[in-house]
């Protein structure tokens, strides 16, 4: 190969997945010389927020923790909940402070090279990992990829998107309860659909306001324009705001999996890997929790494996509720009103981030219709 260069490892794409794996190889006292670092851009905008929970004392990132709440709220039109979380804690980071913090630990370390370029193929030769742009080729005996998907989508799976705009908005008088955030608010129209508004208060006058929807397509920008306006005027009863910001995307819920087709010196991470929750979207939490197992293989083995991946008991979990969702036997906020209403709060948090046990999962099945539910589960068991 002309035009070559040979690195310990190399990451392509520098999103939330790659960054957090150099991250964590960096702290994780694996020795090596040198990382190489590819994307076509730099990141260096505040296009999204994460949040999610967690049960840990502490974590890597939680310098650049933004907000972080003990306690949130459940609303429908007839539930208003306010659901105490311990043990576990609601956490906010801003896209544009991950980057920064990120960004900063690496290039203070000569360990790690950063590339600005495009991608043009990647895929296994003999016993590396190929990197290839239009001008150089790069190798090591692993890549780890989040620039390149591949979603192998069937036409019996439920494949839906978790699409989204946001507002970040400043109000004149005080709107907000800082100190508890809206994670589900249903009380807006459904269109026979999955939709709901969440509400993340950076203060007693400002605050993230997303208009959400579960479903096979996304909205217009007109659409989410009218529901997010609809909603800050009729439920927060303010009628003078500024838009700060402005955030929008989507999150694949996908049945169908991501696939890799690169070979076995490549490993797929992040959303290529199938990092996001297909039931819920969630990608943060996940992410983190799946570099952990990748950097605790390099230390046991040198070698990433699949166990990184989710498990086959919480992929089927997942087919389940998409499913059913998709039959609309039983409308989706019906199911969220359910879940919270008859299950413990922080033990339905457990099961949603992939930490309970069968017998908790039982329990939390059993609060469910279920003959809703039981067709739908054998349908995907036999499938």
């Known amino acids: 190969m002309s035009n070559h260069f040979t690195y310990d490892y190399i990451i392509a794409g520098s999103g939330c997945a790659g960054l957090s794996l150099a991250v964590q190889l960096k702290q994780s006292g694996i020795s090596f010389h040198k990382v190489l670092i590819i994307d076509q851009e730099i990141k260096n905008k505040n296009d999204r927020t994460w949040c999610f929970w967690t049960n840990q004392p502490s974590n890597w990132f939680d310098e650049i923790v933004y907000k972080r709440w003990d306690k949130f709220k459940f609303k429908s039109s007839h539930i208003d909940m306010e659901l105490h979380l311990k043990p576990y804690h609601y956490l906010l980071v801003k896209g544009l402070d991950f980057y920064t913090y990120c960004l900063n630990e690496l290039q ?28 150089t080729t790069f190798q090591a005996p692993y890549v780890f990829n989040s620039a390149l998907r591949v979603h192998n989508i069937k036409n019996h799976h439920i494949n839906y998107v978790q699409h989204f705009k946001g507002f970040v908005i400043e ?8 100190d ?9 129209e459904q269109y026979n659909d999955c939709r709901f508004v969440y509400v993340i208060p950076y203060s007693k006058t400002k605050a993230l306001i997303e208009y959400t929807g579960f479903s096979r397509t996304v909205l217009s920008d007109e659409e989410y324009d009218i529901e997010l306006n609809n909603y800050i005027n009729k439920f927060l009863k303010s009628e003078s705001y500024n838009i700060l910001q402005v955030e929008k995307g989507l999150i694949p819920m996908a049945e169908s999996e991501f696939v890799n087709p690169f070979g076995n010196h490549v490993i797929n991470i992040g959303t290529a890997g199938g990092y996001s ?3 819920t979207g969630y990608t943060f939490y996940f992410i983190q929790e799946r570099t952990k197992k990748i950097i605790e293989n390099l230390k046991q083995s040198n070698k990433p494996d699949s166990s990184s991946q989710q498990s086959n008991r919480h992929r089927y979990y997942d087919k389940i509720l998409l499913d059913v969702m998709d039959k609309k036997k039983i409308l989706p906020k019906t199911i969220f009103e359910i879940l919270f209403r008859k299950n413990n709060v922080s033990e339905l948090l457990s099961f949603l981030n992939e930490e309970s046990s069968i017998t908790q999962d039982l329990k939390i099945m059993n609060s469910v219709p279920k003959l809703k539910f039981i067709p739908s589960a054998f349908k995907k068991m036999f499938s």
């Open 277 to 279: 929750k297909p039931s």
């Open 171 to 178: 109000t004149e008088k005080e709107c907000f309860d800082e």
């Open 108 to 135: 203070d370390d000569t360990r790690f090279e950063f590339v600005t370029d495009e991608i043009s193929q990647i895929y296994t030769h003999e016993n590396l990992g190929i990197v290839k742009t239009k001008s």
């Open 180 to 188: 508890c955030p809206t994670f589900m608010d249903f009380s807006v």
